[in-house]
Every structure is written in C-alpha cells, then in structure tokens.
C-alpha cells in the first residue's frame, strides 16, 4: 500500500480508479484554503454589486496549474483537483451573506453581532456540503449522461489542459482588469455606467417616452457575460427590456395620477424618477416571477426526492465497513452514518441558535425548524437540478418563496414586527447557504468523478473550507458597509437583499405585500414556462437594474461570435477556451480592484474626480475605453490556433 500512495499522475491526466494518489497534503491544504480567503473578498463585492456569483474554478485552476509548473510539482494533478475544489467554496456560500445579511443594514437594523451574523452562514455551510454528500451519486454517477454539468466538465477541461500559457494568459487579463476597474472606482477617470440620459437625445427619450438605457462598463461583468453566453444572457438580458421598455412605460401612461413616496416625499408618480418606478413596483414583477420558477422546479423534481430518501436508509441499515470495502475510491463518499449524524446536528445547533436569540416560544422554534428542514432538502434538489444542467441556481428565487411561506406561517402564531423580520431573515440566510453550497459544491464532486479524485477527501476538506469563507464573508459585508453602505446615493446595489428587505418587511408589520404584481409575476413565468422559455433567467433580468445586464449581453455576443468564427469546430473550441481564460482575469481582477478600492476608500484615500465623470466628455471616454475592452478580449481569443496534434477538449472529458 506504501508504494501505491506514492503513485503519481502527470498534469493533464485523469487518475485511476484502481490507484491510491496524495491528494491531500499541505501544500493544497494552504494554497486551497488561501485561494478560498482571496475569492471570499473578490466575489462578496461582486455580489452585492449585480446580485450574482462567480465560481472560483477558472482563475483557481489555472492560477494552480501554472504555480506547479514553476515549482515543478511531480504530483501536480491530483493536488490541482483538490487545490480548486477547496478554493471554490469561498464563492459557494458567499449567498447567504451577501443575498441576506445586507437587508438588516437596508431596515436600519445594526444591534446584530459578528456571532450572530455569521452563526447561519457558517451552519448552512457545513448542511450544504452534507446534503451535496447524500445526493453525490445520485446525480454524479447513476445519471452521469443525463446531467451535462457545465461548470463542472468546464473545470475538468481546464485542468486536463495542463498548459502552463494559460496562467500567464489570465494573470496578464487579470492585471488589466484590477488597473481597469481601480481606476473606475477610485479615481473616477472615466463614467462607470453609460446611460442614455447623458445625451440630449436620450433625455428628451426619458421625459418624453419613459425609456432608457444603461449599460456598467465594469471588466468583471464583461467576463461575467462571456461565461453566461449569447442563449442566457439574451434571455436574461430580455428580462431587463420587459421591465424597463414595457411595464415601465405602461405604469407611467395607466396610473400617472397615482401618489408614491420618493425619498420621504409624496409625489405623482407622473413626476417621479423611472428608478422609482422600477424599484417600488416594476421589481415586484420579477420578484414573483423568481418565486414561481422555484415552485415549477420543485414540481418537475419530485420523483428525485423519494428515489435519494432510499438510498439513505439503505446506507443506514448496512455495515459500513461491508459498503466501503465494496467500493471503488472514486466512489467512496462520507460515511452515510456520520453525514446523517452531521445534518441532525447541524439542524440542532441552527434550532438552539434560533431558539435562543429570535425565538418567542416552543412553537415558533418548532415551525422554523420544519421550515428550514423541508425547504433545504426540497430546494437542495432543485438547485443541484439547475446547477447540473445550465450552471447556475436560483436560491434567491427559491429563498424568496421561503420568506412569503415563513411569514405567513410564523405570522399566525404572532410573530411580528422586528423580531419576525430579523428571525425570518436569520431563517433565510441559513437556506440560502445551505442551497449556494449544496448546488455549487456537486458541482465539484463532479470534476471529482470526472478526473478519478476521492470524494470524501473532497467532502472532507470542504467543510473546513466552508467554514473558513463564511467567516471571512461577514468581515467583507461589514467592510462594504462601512465604504459605500446599503442606503442612498452611491450604495451598492445589493438587489437580492434589497428585494428580500421589500418583501418581509410589510408581511411581518401588518401590511400587505405587493401581491398583485407577484401574482402577476407568477403567471409570467408560468406562461414563460408554456412556451418553453427559462422563467428564472427571464426573472433575474426583470428585477436586476439593466446596467447590470446588458454587459451580460455584450459578453455573451462576443462568447457567440469567438465560438462560430470557423468551420472548423476544434479551433473554435480553443478560441473559446482562450476566451474564457481571458474572462475569467476579468472577472477576478476586476472583483479585486473593486475591493481595493473599497479598502481605499474607508482609509480615506479621495482623489475621485467627482466633477468630470459628470461631464459628457467622460462618459464619451467611458464608451471608448469599454469597446477596447470588448477588442482585447474578441482580438486575444481569436489568436488561438488550432495544431494537427490537438484534440477536443470535451471529448476527453467526457469520454
């Protein structure tokens, strides 16, 4: 057994099922969880920023690939796997703090402590990981060709590569980005979002007609967009045009005469701003919306729940010494007696917390303790669904959904005022972590399967992992709170929050939510559902601020046109793939210059040029030094050429 563990694997070669590998030793223990520390800061400013966030594996990958090059590293591959694997959990649960938490900042609510702020991300971590361990094989091996998974066989590409070019490719797009976006945020050299009211034209479209455009020029979004590509980004981006081109304009001509409150003043909404608009009422759309996409999820993955519930009572009842010596490595998970163990205890220590700190009775505790049990296992499913066939997952959607059922629920029972809101957000941060990581870390027991490394060692180290980034998380909220807040002008946008805040705020002080348009919303997505069009990605353009999404789109046409410039289907797989290591240095460096910035900012550093990014002139400069942008990446990603000796990428994966 001594000589098989010293077996080695060169870079870029799957390992054996029949082999035993060091995967795990210290140098992938310090270099995963640094990277893990490192995308915990980057992607929490990210997140609050467009509502979205960004998986770790790119930059990670080849960040690891090229530092075993230079440190020529004889067993590179197997520490590649676990190195990226333990790094992305720092973005796997970055949603339940940055998707929730910011909502008591939104309410005014600041009496929270850093223990209790971080107590139900760190929980709904650790339960995330174990309900990703029960349903592993489910997803991974039985339905191995039914699930494409995206993001996983994207990272397994990534690190069969084994080009070295390729780090030195990212950090140098990495490097323009941080320059890029610093220069943005700090000092203001050029107009970060270009919006159509900058010109006479399109004020004269505002006033006159209710219509705008606007677009944010940051590199990490452009990176962003190029991921998504043309499909999902089109739908999303179609999304933002049905609120801000159709509902808005239709507001504004039927119930112009109608009274809203602007900033403490009663005004008509004739004369109230089109973010005003939007923000008190075309949101709620899109709001309903993503509840109702959750719902039609659940619905189609009901047969998953029963078939999984099986296989856990079966692992339950054999010996686990008999099940573990009957496998193979590539298939032995956390013992099935100790991952059960870990999700009672879990569910526990949240009840005791909650009991403790929120709680007004036995029953309340015992009715959210059912709450988070059947919507973390039931969601689990269907954010795991998601995430294995298009990459993403809508846990703000499926929170959302959760908060209107707790505050009904727990609402009878006489729950109200700030103690019910501060217990059902507490509630929600605590499923929306558990669902970030549940859905995102499959994603990696699938590279796991993929490339032949231990899913327990995987498992194992992910919760140390988990626990790590959701410490690290509620440092960065407090950070970004503290350099532009969640309030007023110049705030971060922090729209899942901010939604979140709107919905449970009136459902716990005895008003009534805005139901009409998240009835309205619901109907939406169920006819987006008839016709086959995604209802979530629709959803999440339709209540995201459009400068947000149509990067997205921009990214996407040029992902589109980088991977249909030939006939020649293996050479636009390479110039896609060099695309998306371009993309990915954008959207990690662009990430840190924006924290830097933030960091700046709180330490007094001020040489924004507030008066000339208001002038036309910057926003004129803000267009051109955006499409050179938009060249660099189109320009590089078409250089890659394709050699007799190259083969596709996805047929070495998957194979």
């Known amino acids: 057994m001594s000589e098989q563990k010293s077996n080695v694997t060169p870079m870029g070669t799957p390992m054996s099922p029949d082999k035993e590998y060091q995967e795990i030793n210290s140098y992938v223990v310090f270099w995963g969880l640094f990277y893990a520390a490192i995308f915990a800061l980057a992607v929490g400013y990210l997140c609050l920023k467009i509502g979205q966030t960004v998986d770790a594996f790119a930059p990670v990958s080849v960040m690891a690939m090229g530092m075993a090059v230079m440190l020529k590293r004889k067993n590179a591959f197997p520490e590649n796997v676990h190195i990226q694997a333990i790094a992305s959990a720092g973005t796997n649960g970055l949603g339940g703090a940055m998707f929730i938490l910011p909502a008591f900042y939104i309410l005014g609510n600041n009496s929270l402590s850093y223990f209790q702020m971080a107590v139900p991300i760190i929980l709904g971590g650790l339960l995330g990981v174990l309900i990703a361990a029960i349903f592993r094989r489910y997803f991974c091996e039985e339905m191995h060709h039914a699930y494409p998974f ?8 990534v690190l069969t590569s084994g080009e070295g070019s390729k780090a030195k490719l990212m950090l140098f797009s990495g490097a323009i980005a941080l320059i890029y976006d610093f220069i943005l945020s700090s000092l203001g050299w050029w107009q970060e979002v270009i919006s159509s009211t900058a010109f006479s034209w399109g004020q004269q479209l505002a006033d ?27 739908i999303i981006t179609a999304g933002s ?19 809203m409150l602007v900033k403490g003043q009663d005004i008509l909404l004739a004369n109230a701003p089109i973010s005003a608009v939007f923000r008190e009422y075309v949101r709620h759309i899109g709001i309903g919306m993503l509840a109702m996409a959750g719902i039609i999820g659940l619905l189609s993955m009901s047969n998953v729940v029963g078939n999984v519930a099986k296989t856990v009572v079966s692992g339950l009842l054999k010996r686990n010494s008999e099940t573990q010596q009957a496998l193979q490595r590539t298939q032995k998970d956390i013992p099935m007696p100790l991952i059960v163990s870990g999700i009672v205890l879990v569910i526990l220590l949240f009840t005791m917390f909650f009991h403790t700190f929120f709680s007004q009775s036995i029953l309340q505790t015992v009715l959210a303790l059912v709450i988070v049990v059947v919507f973390s296992f039931l969601f689990s499913v269907v954010g795991i669904s998601s995430i294995a066939f298009t990459g993403t997952e809508p846990v703000s959607g499926m929170t959302i959904f959760m908060i209107i059922v707790s505050a009904l629920i727990l609402g009878s029972t006489g729950m109200h005022g700030d103690v019910g809101i501060t217990a059902i957000l507490m509630m929600s941060a605590f499923l929306c972590t558990a669902l970030g990581v549940a859905g995102n870390f499959m994603s990696e027991l699938k590279v796991a399967h993929l490339l032949g490394a231990t899913p327990r060692k995987m498992q194992q180290w992910q919760l140390v992992s988990a626990t790590l980034a959701a410490v690290l998380s509620i440092g960065v909220l407090i950070l970004l709170n503290q350099a532009y807040g969640f309030v007023g002008q110049g ?39 008839m016709v086959k069009v995604p209802p979530l990605a629709f959803a999440l353009g339709a209540y995201l601020p459009m400068e947000i999404n149509l990067p997205l789109l921009v990214g996407g046409l040029i992902s589109h046109f980088v991977s249909h410039s030939s006939k020649n289907e293996l050479l636009n797989a390479l110039r896609l793939n060099k695309g998306e290591t371009i993309a990915s240095g954008f959207i990690a460096g662009g990430a840190i210059g924006s924290l830097i910035s933030a960091v700046l900012r709180i330490m007094g550093f001020d040489y924004f040029l507030e008066v000339w990014v208001e002038t036309p002139a910057a926003t004129y400069l803000g267009v051109f030094v955006y499409l050179l942008l938009c060249t660099l990446l189109y320009k590089v990603a078409m250089s890659a050429k394709a050699r007799s000796s190259d083969t596709p990428l996805t047929k070495s994966v998957s194979s």
């Not at 995206?150 to 590409?157: S, T």
């Not at 020029?217 to 990176?223: F, I, P, Q, R, T």
């Not at 801000?244 to 507001?251: A, E």
């Not at 009409?516 to 559902?529: D, E, K, Q, S």
């Open 208 to 234: 006159k007609a209710k219509l705008t455009f606007s677009l944010d020029n940051e590199s990490a979004l452009l990176g962003i967009g190029f991921f998504t590509g043309l499909r999902y980004a089109a």
């Open 491 to 529: 705030a971060l946008p922090a729209p899942q929050a901010n939604a979140m805040a709107v919905i449970v705020k009136p459902l716990m002080e005895g008003g009534s939510a805005h139901w009409p348009l998240y009835l309205a919303g619901g109907f939406f997505a169920v006819i987006l559902w």
């Open 150 to 157: 995206p993001a996983g066989r994207a990272a397994a590409e």
């Open 241 to 259: 045009f049905f609120s801000w081109f159709v509902c808005i304009p239709v507001i504004y001509f039927l119930a112009g005469d109608h009274h």
